[in-house]
């Protein structure tokens, strides 16, 4: 996978959005099929469902509802982000950093689990099932936080990617914690998957 296979209306995109139940915007499916490329099988199922009446009006299956909705998973993933960023604040004297970190989420979805009276096991599907849905989001997240932190960093910024972190948490409105989350699982993303992958911090 290259950068451009990030692109809104590429079909790697696409299709990913089908899979985590969302409905690709009819303009980017256009442009891909204006392209000429081979369509993948799996928008060529959604168009055939979506025309026989198999998807809803949001573009999801009728029989494919999750037990909690989607905003309450990605305020589930908000809120670990944060725990998780407050709690590794208080251990940074910690003598290992991987066991530091391995504390540091276990008491996290301890409290979570508490909070929402959750099993172990069911708020980690939950938490897969918010990764999930934040991963586009994130991807897209990460890639805007690198092209600011890159411009500051030509500005003789003293710290590029805590500034870029910062810029972009003031424009979405959000804790700088779940900003940081973002970038970390976008960025480990896109190195996982694209070839083309820019150098991230």
């Not at 692109?7 to 089908?18: C, G, L, N």
Request: one cysteine or more; aromatic letters at 4%; proline letters at 5%.
């Amino acid at each position: 996978m290259k950068i451009a296979d990030l692109r809104e209306d590429s079909w790697h995109m696409i299709v990913a959005r089908i899979k985590n139940g969302e409905r690709p915007s009819k303009h980017h499916v256009a442009a891909a099929l204006r392209r000429g490329e081979a369509v993948p099988l799996e928008a060529q199922v959604y168009a055939a469902d979506l025309l026989e009446g198999r998807i809803d009006r949001r573009g999801r299956p009728k029989s494919g509802d999750k037990k909690w909705p989607d905003i309450k998973l990605s305020l589930l993933q908000m809120q670990m982000d944060e725990l998780v960023f407050s709690y590794k604040a208080e251990m940074k004297s910690a003598p290992r950093r991987g066991a530091r970190d391995n504390r540091v989420v276990q008491r996290a979805q301890q409290d979570l689990a508490k909070k929402y009276k959750l099993e172990p096991d069911t708020l980690q599907r939950y938490l897969r099932q918010a990764a999930k849905l934040m991963e586009l989001p994130d991807v897209g997240l990460a890639l805007e936080v690198n092209e600011e932190r890159e411009r500051l960093g030509k500005e003789g910024a003293a710290d590029p990617l805590h500034g870029a972190l910062e810029r972009i948490a003031s424009k979405r409105k959000l804790p700088l914690a779940s900003i940081r989350g973002c970038y970390e699982r976008g960025k480990r993303w896109v190195r996982k998957h694209v070839e083309d992958s820019p150098e991230f911090k």
